[in-house]
């Protein structure tokens, strides 16, 4: 295949690509199969020859579509969304034709100055105040990460960069019991440690206890841990829990620690005014991380960490041998010194894309009709006979459960989804499981997330 080919089969992707949009509505969201079914179909060994490029797109027909679950799906309510605007992915066809590295100013002038100004743009969109700076991360996974291998050297004055972390103090970092796994993770390959992540109480709002937090905290000081930094929940993924940001962040300032807000999933609500309420006081944070590439409408990936002041995260992670040295270097931004990887991807483009094609009010609308379509859903399940709301819309995302316990709560699940025509998936809440719904695909309507009810009706008359 040359690039004469290319050109010819780009015409044909992007015409399977319409249809397969278009048809989305009438496949199942989830995928019909029995695990191994997709394996089974690949030949084991690799070609010795070259193949035609007729035969290997008839297999991936053949073999692809029909084993996928359809994450642009307009039925799609499972876990969180993964919405690519049309706009998003025509920015990724031409990021993947210019194939760049963005890893300094030099090796891509475009995608750097680009991803610094998007920051601003949506820094600005989000309403935080002027004086953000950030970076474009694959995941929130590993801006978590980052911010953690950021508060762990703040709190050694970097002295765990060059010698490790044996001989240490015990570091802690404190977070609420809603938090994400990510952060667990996060603490786990930083050398931190599982058991020094510590899981502070929420209360009846599912927000973390600021007493408890300062209780914790004094009380490691007293048996000679060092705390090193907080991460707020902002917009949990289990049931959308918030923490307060403002009491939060006043304590971890006072007692001089790092903090991190993760609002993976919520943060793409903000540029909604009237929701921002819901992370009052985040403006003080040091670290905040978002996911366009879920509720904003950016093909994945696209993280976006906002830092107030990159120099403890750059000093973390920045290091510069000296075939990365570059005339300019003192004055231009080279975002590898800012995240994990040196090779980086050009996700600018697709915000620039995206953010221009529907303006923040195209964006806004979206994501306002999706909360009150989520309310309009949870108050007519509410009222069905044997079934139990157990956590109210946190923005768009609410549980439910049947009052018979677990076990017909997690058949009914079962059931509701080898229907196919919607997809929902499940989540422990205080011992108890629980169906959760969010409504965040792209292209839903308000029917969409009515069949919800309309699935629902016949698999509790069934
Ligand atoms: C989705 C999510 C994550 C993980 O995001 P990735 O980008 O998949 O790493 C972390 N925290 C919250 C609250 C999330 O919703």
Redesign the pocket.
Same mark, same amino acid.
């Given at each position: 295949m040359n690039h004469d080919d290319l050109k010819d089969w780009s015409k044909r992707a992007a015409d399977w690509a319409h249809d397969y949009h278009m048809t989305l509505r009438d496949r199942p969201v989830r995928a019909p199969l029995v695990p191994g079914a997709v394996a089974a179909q690949l030949p084991p060994h690799p070609p010795e020859a070259a193949e035609p490029m007729e035969a290997i797109w008839a297999d991936f027909e053949r073999i692809v579509p029909g084993a996928m679950t359809h994450w642009q799906h307009p039925r799609f309510f499972a876990y969180?969304p993964a919405n690519a605007a049309p706009a998003s992915m025509l920015a990724e066809q031409v990021v993947n034709a210019i194939a760049a590295q963005a890893m300094l100013w030099q090796t891509s002038p475009a995608a750097t100055e680009m991803e610094e100004v998007m920051v601003r743009w949506l820094a600005e969109a989000l309403g935080l105040p002027g004086g953000f700076r950030g970076t474009i991360h694959d995941? =929130?996974?590993t801006a978590t990460l980052a911010a953690v291998l950021t508060m762990r050297e703040r709190a050694l004055d970097w002295a765990g960069l060059r010698g490790g972390l044996a001989g240490q103090p015990r570091l802690r970092i404190y977070a609420s019991d809603q938090t994400?796994s990510?952060i667990d993770k996060a603490v786990r390959v930083a050398g931190i440690g599982q058991e020094n992540l510590v899981k502070i109480p929420t209360d009846s709002r599912h927000a973390m206890k600021p007493g408890a937090l300062l209780g914790a905290i004094r009380a490691d000081r007293a048996a000679g841990f060092l705390p090193a930094g907080v991460v707020i929940c902002a917009?949990?993924?289990s049931i959308g829990a918030f923490d307060c940001p403002g009491d939060v962040l006043a304590i971890a300032k006072a007692e001089g620690l790092y903090t991190h807000v993760?609002a =993976?999933?919520a943060g793409s609500a903000m540029i909604c005014p009237e929701f921002r309420a819901l992370w009052q006081g985040v403006e003080g944070a040091d670290s905040i991380v978002f996911?366009p590439h879920?509720w904003l409408g950016a093909q994945f990936d696209c993280?976006v960490q906002f830092l107030a002041d990159p120099v403890p995260q750059v000093r973390t992670l920045g290091l510069r041998p000296s075939y990365l040295e570059t005339l300019e270097a003192d004055e231009v931004t080279n975002f590898n010194e800012w995240t994990l990887p040196l090779g980086r991807r050009f996700r600018a483009l697709k915000l620039w894309f995206l953010l221009r094609a529907h303006g923040l009010e195209g964006l806004r609308a979206r994501i306002r009709n999706h909360v009150a379509w989520a309310r309009d859903l949870a108050a007519e399940i509410a009222r069905r006979p044997g079934v139990e709301i157990v956590t109210e819309p946190s923005l768009s995302l609410f549980t439910f459960a049947l009052r018979d316990g677990d076990r017909a709560t997690a058949a009914l699940l079962e059931r509701i989804n080898a229907d196919g025509r919607v997809y929902l998936t499940q989540t422990m809440h205080r011992g108890r499981f629980v169906i959760r719904v969010q409504v965040g695909q792209f292209d839903c309507t308000r029917d969409d997330v009515m069949c919800v009810l309309e699935v629902l009706d016949q698999m509790l008359a069934a």
């Open positions: 969180f995941s =929130a996974s994400h990510s917009g949990g993924t993760d =993976a999933w996911n879920k993280s």
